[in-house]
């Protein structure tokens, strides 16, 4: 079992920065990708980034490629998302979500064994 857990949502004003961060407990594997998704009011969940392990290849959603980074710690502990020129419709429940191995249709949701319970990010404009 992975257990997952979300911190660093907030509200900030369009323009603004936020940085999330996902702890990772429990089991671990070395052939693994960890995502970044999000689901706004009344909207499915949508991809946003996703980093896989151990090629550390990154992979983004075209909203918010050149605004947000992820990264991972060396110790394999935590994953982060830097969130840098936010924008009202950055708007969102975000979620970490991990799996064991890499997959082609990464971006799917259903396609993720383990969550985090989400955090919340609001952009004002």
């Known amino acids: 079992q992975v257990q997952l857990v979300e911190s660093g949502g907030g509200s900030v004003q369009a323009g603004g920065s936020l940085r999330l961060s996902c702890a990772a407990s429990?089991?671990?594997?070395?052939?693994?990708?960890m995502a970044w998704f999000r689901q706004a009011p009344g909207k499915e969940r949508e991809f946003v980034a996703a980093?896989?392990?151990?090629?550390?290849?990154?992979y983004y959603t075209e909203s918010v490629k050149g605004r947000f980074t992820v990264s991972r710690d060396r110790a394999r502990t935590s994953l982060y998302l830097q969130m840098n020129s936010l924008k009202p419709e950055d708007t969102a429940v975000y979620y970490c979500?991990?799996?064991?191995?890499?997959?082609?249709?990464?971006?799917?949701?259903?396609?993720?064994?383990?969550w985090g319970q989400g955090t919340q990010v609001t952009v004002s404009s």
């Open positions: 980093m896989r392990w151990p090629t550390e290849m990154k």
């Open positions: 429990g089991r671990t594997f070395n052939n693994h990708a």
């Open positions: 979500a991990s799996r064991e191995g890499w997959i082609l249709t990464y971006q799917d949701s259903n396609n993720y064994y383990y």
